[in-house]
């Protein structure tokens, strides 16, 4: 018979709690190797998210690149397949001015190529600014001169010398006019008529 002493029970208890402190400890290992995976796994996959994000980005900028060069170099497309019937027009006047002494007919043709031209900007947003008979506008108008009238009021534009466009509201060219100012007779005129009161 075999005799059990307290330092083999010892041992055996040992023995017992090491295979289950092994056990929990390859399990721990098995666990953090698990959830190590699992997130190369995600780090992965971000990473591939991320490569594709900045791949698209990079497309994307150069298509929004070449689409500004391409807006820019045919953005005036339709106006010039517009203005083009126009200046087929102006062939055929001159070749019918070559050709014609009716000088008439020549004025009538030269008013409807301009009439044409006028309408063809129009419908592009091209509008004339009135500038005869207006209030002067600094924004509108450039004064090439000062005239004396007593015919206009003060600061009246009298004439146009060239005429202002703009394009959607916003000025493309102003007009150049001359405008009114009093002139003396007015203004004794006026203080007389103050002093008589």
Known sequence: MVK?????TVSQEEQLFASQFEDRGSKQESESKRKLEEAERKAAENYDKYMRAVAELDNFKKRAAKDKADAIAYGNEKLIKDVLPILDSLERASEHACNSADIEAFKEGFKLVKDQLLCCLGKHGVEKIEAVGADF?????????????????????????EKGYLLHGRLLKPAKVSVAKWTKKEEKKDASALIDR
Not at 4 to 8: G, V
Request: aromatic share 4%; glycine share 0%.
């Open 4 to 8: 059990i002493t307290n330092k083999d």
């Open 137 to 161: 506008n600094p924004h509108l108008h450039d004064a090439l001169l000062q005239v004396e009238s007593e015919k206009h009021d003060d600061s009246k534009v009298v004439e146009e010398f």
